[in-house]
């Protein structure tokens, strides 16, 4: 486990589906909140059964009602019941992308989870990246594991993502390996996983299990990647950008930027993909302009939206489908959101207050 304060958690499941198949979040310490109102506003829930440190996901039908989520251990159903009680997945309630959900294309029942485990159990190796594929035909209590814990690489990062194929059919699922430069990423088709791509570029994620942690995230637009790296020495931390060619599956051209004693975290793109927002520490998020794809402009369009953050350390920054970026922190009742993300700072309209949580809390 985690022996510093680490930020918390938030769903993996972004809005790259239609809305509605991200209208559910289930994270941190049983908390949710769900989007299937006629305005989208979010409503508070208060049925979860997951309490995690950091990663989780949550999958909802095309029509919007709630499939099942996990925290990268277990899978709970509809009904808030685990279908996989006698064999846990081999995430980690302690990696910051723990698992993701992509429904698996052509065929509607079935649906992967890529799984991520814990980096500071590198020394012996972590488990690594691996997959189950879960049957939902039933949509009810008796949707089943069909297969469990099938093995496609380590050792790996905390680091997990995915996004849509040029076709808008199939799935690329985006991992990075522990202590190099390389990016896996995989392609998911009808017929399973059918191709693995590998981008050797950008900086190494080397030194103490510390670099593994952080979020990456796929443009709205999927021809950008970014990532944070939250870093054993506060002087390297950084977050890196890169270009994705959602044909290919390759990622080239990194730009790299130093944050300088700021251990970055979260990180989401704006719909748009005008702009990056990167919680930088634990009481600053940051705004950058990605529209000139050139370091120097980057630097300079850098405008802070929230400079001192006082309740809890700043967690995962996520898109949800209202449109507004939601923001939360460790051991909070309240979410913050930046309600106008696609517009420049100070425009975004970030709001600190944004959500009350009835019951349930951001975890540490």
């Known amino acids: 486990m985690k022996i510093w304060t680490i930020f918390f958690i938030l769903l993996n499941t972004i809005a790259i589906f239609g809305q509605k198949e991200s209208f559910f979040w289930y994270f941190g310490d049983r908390a949710g909140i769900a989007f299937d109102t006629p305005t989208l506003n979010p409503r508070v829930l208060t049925d979860s059964k997951l309490s995690t440190l950091e990663g989780c996901a949550t999958i909802s039908t095309p029509q919007g009602n709630l499939l099942f989520y996990t925290d990268g251990v277990s899978i709970w159903n509809n009904k808030h019941n685990v279908i996989n009680p006698n064999e846990q997945m081999l995430g980690h309630y302690s990696s910051t992308q723990s698992a993701v959900i992509v429904r698996k294309p052509g065929m509607g029942s079935l649906y992967y989870i890529f799984t991520t485990d814990a980096a500071e159990y590198i020394n012996p190796p972590n488990d690594g990246l691996h997959y189950t594929i879960v049957d939902v035909a039933a949509n009810d209590s008796n949707m089943s594991v069909v297969e469990i814990n099938k093995f496609l690489h380590k050792p790996m990062t905390e680091k997990l993502t995915y996004t849509y194929h040029k076709n808008?059919?199939?799935?690329?699922?985006?991992?990075?390996?522990?202590?190099?430069?390389?990016f896996y990423s995989y392609l998911l088709t009808s017929s399973g996983i059918t191709d693995t791509v590998i981008s050797s570029v950008g900086s190494i994620h080397d030194g103490d299990f510390i670099n593994s942690i952080g979020y990456m995230k796929v443009s709205p637009l999927r021809d950008k990647l970014a990532l944070s790296v939250f870093a054993e020495n506060l002087d390297s931390a950084y977050t890196e950008i890169f270009k994705f060619d959602n044909e290919t599956g390759i990622i080239y051209e990194p730009i790299k930027i130093d944050l300088y004693r700021k251990r970055p975290y979260g990180i989401e793109f704006s719909q748009n993909g005008k702009y990056l927002y990167v919680g930088e520490t634990s009481n600053s998020i940051a705004q950058y302009d990605l529209r000139d794809y050139q370091l120097s402009k980057i630097l300079s369009s850098r405008v802070l939206i929230e400079t001192k953050f006082e309740q809890g350390h700043l967690g995962a920054l996520q898109i949800a489908p209202d449109g507004k970026i939601y923001i939360v922190a460790k051991d909070r009742k309240l979410l913050s959101a930046i309600r106008k993300p696609n517009l420049k700072a100070p425009a975004c309209?970030?709001?600190?207050?944004?959500?009350?949580l009835s019951t349930g809390t951001c975890t540490s």
């Open 168 to 182: 808008g059919i199939d799935f690329w699922i985006i991992a990075h390996e522990s202590k190099t430069k390389t």
């Open 349 to 356: 309209d970030y709001n600190r207050d944004e959500i009350t």
